[in-house]
């Protein structure tokens, strides 16, 4: 379910400006920014505005279908912007057994490296 922004969420506070990050990307739904823990030589996180906590909570409607395919179209147009043509991973951490640790929905844009699988 879409929320509004939660007041104490780090990434609705990145989302709103109010704590400086390195924005790649923003338009009125989403932003990305650099990860400050990067896994990979390009690590880029994909953040909607609105608060989700996870991908568990994206319902049925069409505007939370349209979001979440719009997170991953932004992740792939960074992608290309940055010359990842032979291969990158996007990636959905979900609750705490699935690796999230910021509970407001994301999607990690990972490349300039090979990867591996398993990947952990």
């Given at each position: 379910?879409?929320?509004?922004?939660?007041?104490?969420?780090?990434?609705?506070?990145?989302?709103?400006?109010?704590?400086?990050?390195?924005?790649?990307y923003?338009?009125?739904?989403?932003?990305?920014?650099?990860?400050?823990?990067p896994?990979?030589?390009?690590?880029?996180?994909?953040?909607?505005?609105?608060?989700?906590?996870?991908?568990?909570e994206?319902?049925?409607?069409?505007?939370?279908?349209?979001?979440?395919?719009?997170?991953?179209?932004?992740?792939?147009?960074?992608?290309?912007?940055?010359g990842?043509?032979?291969g990158?991973?996007?990636?959905?951490?979900?609750?705490?057994?699935?690796?999230?640790?910021?509970?407001?929905?994301?999607?990690?844009?990972?490349?300039g490296?090979?990867?591996?699988?398993?990947?952990?």
């Amino acid at each position: 379910m879409l929320g509004n922004m939660s007041s104490d969420c780090i990434f609705c506070k990145i989302a709103a400006g109010e704590i400086p990050a390195k924005k790649l990307y923003e338009d009125d739904q989403a932003v990305a920014i650099a990860d400050i823990d990067p896994r990979a030589p390009l690590h880029v996180l994909v953040i909607p505005k609105q608060h989700i906590a996870s991908l568990a909570e994206v319902g049925a409607s069409d505007k939370e279908k349209l979001l979440a395919g719009h997170l991953l179209g932004v992740a792939n147009q960074l992608a290309r912007e940055q010359g990842l043509s032979k291969g990158y991973r996007v990636v959905i951490n979900i609750g705490p057994d699935g690796g999230q640790t910021v509970d407001h929905l994301h999607v990690h844009l990972l490349g300039g490296r090979t990867m591996h699988w398993p990947p952990g």
